[in-house]
């Protein structure tokens, strides 16, 4: 498996790229789900990756839809490893991780777009720049939708229109996305004909 | 400073200038004179483009006469405003390192205010030490300039709430333009909290057609250009059903059904033309860039009092390119606007430029 294939849309929908290890002093590894094997085809394709990994700090949590592949990174022999059991868990690691990381510091984010477009959301709040950090979208397409109206955020969207888990409007899913939300937007549907609202059709899965 | 300025409105205050008006519950807003709407169409068709120019002082009794358009609406708009911040404070936000550009706009706009309108406004400065005088508010404010703790909000929110327009605020980073403050209870459909944070291409990505024609990479070239004291502008415009002002996202659900309540008796009075003055201003201090968004609403009477409008509008709707028509919102009310407007559509030529009688 490779790299999600995204339909290119519009200009602030995220764009991805396959990982390449780069000189670093740390490199903070952030992954879910099949993320893990964007991290192994990196590692295959890397110079030294042995060397890579004695400075490597693995963030890793299953996917969405449940792929866990903890074993095949944790053996890898990383400098440090640890295991969460979701997206949430996760992310107060990373930014008592971030208190410590320094100029010298590279990032590597692979997985489902919630995972990617949270943890780089928290990186660049500590001020790296955007060129430090690589993002591989692998794995599942459901979609963090932050509802507009109620502004509540809705994890793992699969189906178009969907149901605010938060205000209960049936909003649609743009493509228009946020970084500092790390969320889609979700529109009401039936504002104009309330009660009209289309079938619900699978588009992330 | 109070929510909801409780001015007793008499005919004599200021002369009977500002209208005592609204634009929600039973909409009273109306223009005493059309034609000094800012009619946004210079020609018989529209496409966008890089319509760019110097942001000069215009013609008199038009609303390009002053840098900043002080009119009737003021106080309603104001009052409106004040109701929108109360719902929802999401509406104004500054991210932390844009208080200085804060300032520089309070600055910008004070100054311009008791310049021009000195009947309304003054400023009275002692070196830091600046006092501020709102006459159509009754604001009489006396601050340290640049010490945010003498305001009673921040210097971007304190102003904003005695200013008409939306504005946004633009730090300079990395080759673009970063939408990094801001306020919006005036806009067309966009949502602030949605969009604060974004670079220039990003907030533009939901527009159709103009990314491919290079519009927005020539646009953003020209604004990285802008010099201080060399403000520009540019029109956008859209539809709006009922003189709403806040047509928000947000609170789409709620206003949303009005779209549908058009019909051919009632067309006339209820659509209305929404016209968006945007001026661009770089500021000193912060190098940031403020984006000035003003709406002006006119509905389809009081436009067609002006027959070059009256014809002008009804060619430029009626050719619309689908996707535009879809972008800004008024689809599926189009073939009634147009079949409405087209009784006042003689045929007859139009002579070129937007002003009523060139
Ligand atoms: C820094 C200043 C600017 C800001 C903050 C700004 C902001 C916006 C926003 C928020 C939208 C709505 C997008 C949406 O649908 O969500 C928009 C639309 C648009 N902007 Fe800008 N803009 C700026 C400058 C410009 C300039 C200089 C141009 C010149 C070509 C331009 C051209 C457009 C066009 C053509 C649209 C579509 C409008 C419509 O059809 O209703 N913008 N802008």
Redesign the interface.
């Known amino acids: 498996m490779t790299l999600t294939p995204v339909a290119p849309t519009?200009?602030?929908?995220p764009v991805y790229a396959p990982l390449a290890a780069v000189p670093g002093h740390l490199h903070l590894v952030i992954a879910d789900g099949e993320g893990a094997e964007a991290v192994t085809d990196m590692l295959e394709r890397a110079p030294d990756a042995a060397g890579f990994l004695a400075l490597t700090h693995f963030l890793y949590c299953p996917g969405p839809t449940g792929t866990d592949l903890s074993d095949r990174l944790q053996a890898l022999g990383a400098m440090q490893f640890f295991r969460a059991p979701t997206i949430p868990a996760l992310l107060p690691r990373l930014q008592r991780v971030l208190t410590d990381a320094h100029m010298g510091s590279r990032f590597y984010l692979a997985g489902s777009e919630g995972l990617i477009g949270q943890a780089e959301r928290d990186i660049m709040a500590t001020g790296f720049p955007?060129a430090a950090i690589q993002k591989e979208h692998r794995g599942s397409t459901l979609r963090r939708v932050?509802c507009?109206?109620c502004?509540g955020i809705t994890e793992n969207v699969a189906t178009d229109p969907f149901q605010c888990s938060h205000c209960g409007?049936n909003l649609f899913v743009?493509?228009?996305?946020?970084?500092?939300?790390a969320a889609f937007?979700g529109?009401?549907i039936d504002?104009?004909?309330?009660g009209e609202v289309p079938e619900s059709v699978v588009r992330f899965t | 400073m109070s929510l909801d300025y409780k001015f007793a409105f008499s005919p004599d205050h200021f002369d009977g200038f500002f209208r005592d008006e609204t634009f929600r519950g039973d909409f009273t807003y109306r223009n005493t004179d059309p034609r000094r709407f800012p009619f946004p169409f210079d020609r018989d068709d529209y496409m966008y483009a890089v319509n760019i120019e110097p942001h000069v002082p215009g013609r008199k009794g038009t609303a390009f006469e002053h840098l900043l358009d002080v009119d009737e609406h003021y106080i309603a708009e104001m009052t409106d405003r004040a109701k929108v911040l109360a719902e929802d404070p999401?509406r104004c936000q500054s991210l932390p390192h844009m208080e200085l550009a804060g300032w520089d706009v309070l600055e910008l706009i004070m100054e311009a205010k008791a310049r021009d309108y000195p009947q309304w406004f003054s400023l009275e400065r002692d070196g830091n030490r600046w006092r501020w005088i709102n006459r159509p508010l009754g604001i009489d404010e006396s601050f340290t300039f640049l010490d945010a703790s003498t305001l009673p909000y921040g210097p971007f929110e304190y102003i904003m709430r005695q200013t008409q327009g939306d504005w946004t605020l633009q730090d300079e980073r990395?080759g673009t333009l970063w939408m990094d403050a801001g306020i919006a209870t005036s806009q067309a459909d966009w949502?602030l909290?949605?969009?604060?944070?974004?670079n220039f291409?990003?907030?533009?990505?939901?527009v159709p057609m103009a990314?491919e024609k290079g519009i927005f990479d020539r646009a953003l070239k020209f604004l990285l250009k802008l010099q201080h004291g060399a403000p520009v502008r540019r029109f956008n415009w859209t539809m709006t059903v009922n003189p709403l002002l806040d047509t928000a996202?947000?609170?789409?659900?709620k206003w949303?059904?009005m779209?549908?309540s058009v019909t051919p008796e009632n067309i006339g009075r209820k659509q209305h033309l929404r016209v968006e003055l945007q001026s661009l201003y770089r500021l000193p201090r912060s190098n940031a860039i403020a984006f000035d968004i003003r709406c002006y609403l006119a509905s389809f009477d009081e436009i067609v009092t002006v027959p070059k409008w009256g014809r002008r509008l009804h060619r430029v709707v009626r050719d619309l390119p689908e996707e535009l028509a879809t972008y800004k919102g008024f689809i599926?009310n189009r073939p009634l606007m147009v079949e409405w407007l087209s009784q006042y559509d003689d045929g007859a030529p139009t002579s070129s430029g937007w002003f009523a009688d060139d």
């Not at chain 1, 743009?174 to 939300?181: A, E, F, G, I, T």
């Open positions: 519009i200009r602030s929908r955007f932050q507009v109206h502004k409007l743009r493509d228009h996305y946020s970084r500092r939300l937007q529109v009401n504002a104009e004909d309330p | 999401l990395e949502s909290d949605f969009d604060i944070g974004m291409h990003e907030w533009h990505a939901p990314h996202p947000e609170t789409y659900p949303g059904t779209k549908t599926r």
